[in-house]
């Protein structure tokens, strides 16, 4: 029996619901944390706490506070800034018995910086977009013709596609890059675009499960609308980038094709928006964290645990409760 504690619930309605039923047949409890307390998924867990927000002085007490309370033996959270500050006290939640379901510190710290993750996959050897942080270097590109328009300039730092313009000319590229600092361009790679679920399991480190999507249709940075797909250069792709890193537990991984090529854009070493359709389709990566929780090994991933051409669309619900 494991309790398991998801922090910054937010909206993640359906990815706390596919925890608790799986952790409640083992006679588990999923506990809900958010600063909000109109957060819906807070509601969804078999308990709730509200605590600070993550900049606030008392947050880690109160997490470790929670975890105590709950007798809490696994956590994860939903949200790219708290990633970096779980990981970063991740001694004093060994201390206390609880498992941090995330990556190490280093590898998570290169994913929430765009020009770090560039870096970082091209020292590694895996494709990825281009990615530059000065306009002059940029213009030197496209004045000696290696580099042209469209190009997209968004935050180095940030989530949910905030921020992001497509520019088209010289004139559009500096005014959109000097509307704030910490800005970034790419050239604008995207024939198709794939999202890919990976987990990694938290004992061996190895690839257990990969649940490919072509993305059909985006909303606020999620994917919105999918279809599922076989795809043997992305697989090839996702092993290669795993095999080379230090990524463990659930990962969202961004790929576009372009030109017939491959390029990784993103890594979220956190559940993605589009993480449902994987678990509609047989991957349950619930059943994962609850095995290493337990102190239990995953398979390591063989092949295409579902099918082709199953598309999902995502649809809004309510929910209500009495203050």
Known sequence: MVNVLVCSAGRRVKVVQYLRQNINKSGGKVITVDCNVNAPALYFGDEFDIIPQIDNEEYLASIIAVCKKYKIKGILSLIDPELEMLAKNKKIFDEIGVTLVLSPLDVIQYCYDKQETYNYLTTLGIPA???????????SLIERKELSFPLVVKPGKGSASIGINIVNNKIALKNAFSEGDDLIIQPFYKDLEFGIDVYVDLISGDLV???????????SGETDKAIS?????IETLVKKFI???????PIDIDCFKYKGNYYISEINPRFGGGYPHAQEMGCD????INNNLIGKENKPYTNYRYEED??????????????
Do not use: A, C, Q, W
């Open 310 to 323: 199953f598309v999902m669309m995502k649809y809004d619900d309510v929910f209500l409760y009495k203050k």
């Open 229 to 233: 797909v076989h795809n043997i250069e």
């Open 129 to 139: 977009i281009p990615t530059f942080s000065s306009l002059k270097t940029v213009t």
């Open 243 to 249: 095999s080379r890193t230090g990524f463990v537990g």
């Open 209 to 219: 499960d990969m649940f490919i999507k072509e993305k059909v249709k985006m909303r």
């Open 285 to 288: 990566f619930m059943d994962y």
